[in-house]
């Protein structure tokens, strides 16, 4: 079966040292759209979150840059091919483990305010990885989105409550 894109949402934890843990879900769709373990992370360009994605997105990153460049021609619009493939291409490749273990890079957790945890929401042909106090500030548009991160962390608060019994 062939890549299909990134879709559903998950919670996952901080971990020690940095580290956090890709979701299965998200798991097997890096791993398809990587030929292997290593998720590719970058800040989002308008909203406080980072994106992810695997390998394969490079040609389409090529193939954007190119069409970015043919749409300023067109309309007669200066463009800045380096300044433009240096925003596309300056995301952070990083391996991950079998259980989905990854470290994240400090000035990525600076970037996008991630502490506590990572809220995944699926994006076709990318995800968004969140500090769930950022997602609590986006607007009605991403209801559905704050509603989920809202019941894995109670979830994951209930879990915690019930190790320390």
């Known amino acids: ?58 040609q389409e990153l090529d193939a954007q840059l190119d069409r970015e460049e043919e749409l300023a021609a067109r309309l007669g619009n200066e463009f800045d091919r380096d300044t433009r493939a240096m925003q596309l291409f300056g995301f952070q490749e990083m391996p991950f483990d079998d259980s989905g273990r990854f470290v994240m890079p400090d000035h990525l957790r600076t970037l996008a305010n991630i502490d506590e945890g990572l809220y995944f929401q699926g994006g076709g042909r990318f995800f968004t990885l969140w500090n769930p106090e950022e997602l609590a500030k986006m607007g009605d548009d991403w209801a559905g989105a704050k509603a989920a991160c809202e019941s894995f962390l109670a979830e994951a608060k209930g879990k915690s409550k019930g190790a320390g019994k």
């Open 1 to 58: 079966m062939s890549f299909g894109g990134y879709s559903g949402q998950a919670y996952s934890p901080a971990g020690d040292k940095g580290r956090f843990v890709l979701p299965p879900l998200f798991r097997k769709a890096v791993k398809d759209s990587s030929d292997g373990r290593v998720l590719c992370l970058m800040k989002h360009p308008k909203w406080n979150c980072l994106v992810g994605f695997g390998l394969s997105r490079k």
